[in-house]
């Protein structure tokens, strides 16, 4: 599903690294995060944390699945409770859901998407206006990831949910018959997925079962605005920065 | 499932472009064609047969799914009898196909596959040894193509029956799945792909049921042997010249 940056112009584009940056995207900002900025190395998240100062900033990301070193956080949803993230701001690295955000810098608009907000993201694209709407699968260092197939097919499904009708080109189509035969066992199907066997090595299985859930009460909607994710507010489109 | 020259090195690589070229090359051999030579542009097809010489060589392909002014035959399998190809050498070349197969320099062992040779293609894979196969989608005009995946995900399942066992990664996974969904009416979800609506449209629906027949009888394994495709005959590996 990967799309010339023209194909992408005035497009909305969603960005799906479901295992596991989108969904700690969304964690974060329903756990009161001020704001989430993705970077793609680790050098500039350590100068745009400094910039912002100490008393704001939170560095967080991880290579190779693993928070790196002198982070407070890795990429686990998890971690980014009230407690921690509330009123602060984000400085995510990750190694493939940043580096897909940044592949979208020429695109009208720029959600996020997991399980998590599939029916209100939906909600939040149809609101709006009828356009084509391209989903990024972020994949799992440039190699086909089936565990953001699955999260897009559930995006694609939520969609035609509200949208009614669409048309679908076959990246779309092949999400939405993969997610159908995933979907009473998500956790299940992650779990057999080539990254989430991965994650489940390295200790973070129950990562998992907190991303496979589907639409939890009042996900938010993150939306790329200039350089900062924030929650997408209905109405507000004018006014995003790109 | 593109992979680099290098992860190629002696993987056994499966070319699969379903509509239509990896189909037409099983219907010609099958119809007693002596070889096809796959080339890349419309000048080398025409070079190739004239050093041929036009007692023997047949020119054949098409561009935007449409037989190529002057030539012999376009891309329909149907086409490919016995009164018209049988001992003929043929000269294709295709708008997705003929460039898949060049993508393969690096490979190992290059087999075409389809619909049609799916059991036979995994008994001459698994009956002589056991290694990495990668099966490359041709796909249109460079995008995911969801015929060629299905295709592809009845390899993995004839492989799979052969095998016994195999480690599969994420793309052979989601093939796999996806061909299981369709393989009750093959012929209706080509039809529902964005390449069988086109080819619908212009007139080569019959093509579709053609291609969507699942291990027809007798049919060929081709595989390339230096520039020529030909029935691959077991035990002939050491001599195939690569």
């Known amino acids: 599903m990967v799309q010339s940056d023209a194909e992408l112009r005035h497009h909305t584009v969603v960005v799906v690294d479901v295992l596991r940056a989108t969904s700690t995207i969304i964690a974060a900002l329903a756990a009161g995060a001020r704001e989430v900025i993705p970077v793609d190395t680790v050098e500039n998240a350590v100068k745009v944390a400094q910039r912002i ?3 704001r900033a939170l560095l967080c990301g991880e290579r190779n699945s693993v928070r790196i070193e002198g982070f407070h956080l890795g990429n686990s949803p998890q971690e980014y409770t009230p407690e921690v993230v509330a009123g602060k701001t984000l400085i995510l690295t990750t190694t493939n859901g940043t580096m897909a955000l940044a592949r979208t810098h020429a695109a009208g608009r720029v959600f996020c998407g997991s399980f998590l907000n599939a029916a ?3 909600e939040a694209i149809v609101g709006t206006s009828s356009e084509t709407v391209t989903i990024l699968c972020a ?4 190699r086909f990831s089936l565990d953001d197939v699955y999260a897009a097919g559930a995006i694609v499904s939520a969609l035609l949910g509200k949208a009614g009708e669409a048309t679908l ?3 779309a189509t092949a999400a939405l018959h993969l997610f159908r035969t995933a979907a009473d ?4 199907a992650l779990a057999a997925s080539a990254h989430g066997r991965t994650l489940i090595d ?4 129950s990562d998992l079962e907190y991303c496979a859930r589907l639409d939890v009460e009042d996900a938010p909607v993150p939306v790329l605005d200039g350089s900062q994710i924030r929650p997408y507010i209905p109405g507000t489109d004018a006014l995003l920065q790109r």
Chains 1, 2 share one sequence.
Do not use: E, N, Q, Y
């Open 169 to 171: 080109l076959d990246g």
């Open 202 to 205: 390295l200790g973070f299985g």
């Open 120 to 122: 209100r993201l939906a």
């Open 185 to 188: 066992d998500m956790r299940g």
């Open 139 to 142: 994949g799992t260092h440039g």
């Open 53 to 55: 100062g100490s008393d």
